[in-house]
């Protein structure tokens, strides 16, 4: 199983990143997959996660509204889709997977079994 995730940088304040995390040696159409991240001296939490069974979806309320996670079942890859960016959100975002969790409300409380490296968002001025 390999999670490879990109698409960090940096940003001003109020913009917006995509990030793009491409899954091998699995198919998304069994596990739950998410984004998470670990700010400096932060916990690593879970900012998005997708049931790629049935595409529900569940994302915390301190994102909800700015963060969105999708699929493109073809690639193979999930996508978390960053709106209106606050120097907060600077963080390490990982993208991270369970083989034996299906749900995307139980995989953003729990730590996947999967991840992959991570990609630098930093949001500054």
């Known amino acids: 199983v390999q999670l490879q995730a990109s698409g960090g940088g940096l940003v001003q304040p109020g913009g917006s990143l995509r990030l793009s995390c491409d899954a091998s040696?699995?198919?998304?159409?069994?596990?739950?997959i998410g984004w998470f991240r670990q700010a400096p001296g932060k916990e690593r939490e879970a900012v998005a996660c997708?049931?790629?069974?049935?595409?529900?979806?569940y994302v915390p309320d301190f994102v909800k509204g700015r963060f969105a996670i999708s699929r493109d079942k073809t690639k193979n890859t999930i996508y978390l889709q960053m709106d209106n960016l606050r120097p907060e959100d600077t963080a390490v975002y990982y993208c991270?997977?369970?083989?034996?969790?299906?749900?995307?409300?139980?995989?953003?409380?729990?730590?996947?079994?999967?991840w992959g490296q991570g990609t630098l968002v930093t949001v500054s001025s």
């Open positions: 991270a997977a369970d083989l034996g969790q299906f749900s995307s409300y139980a995989l953003c409380h729990s730590r996947p079994t999967e």
């Open positions: 040696g699995f198919t998304l159409n069994r596990p739950a």
């Open positions: 997708l049931s790629t069974n049935n595409d529900i979806t």
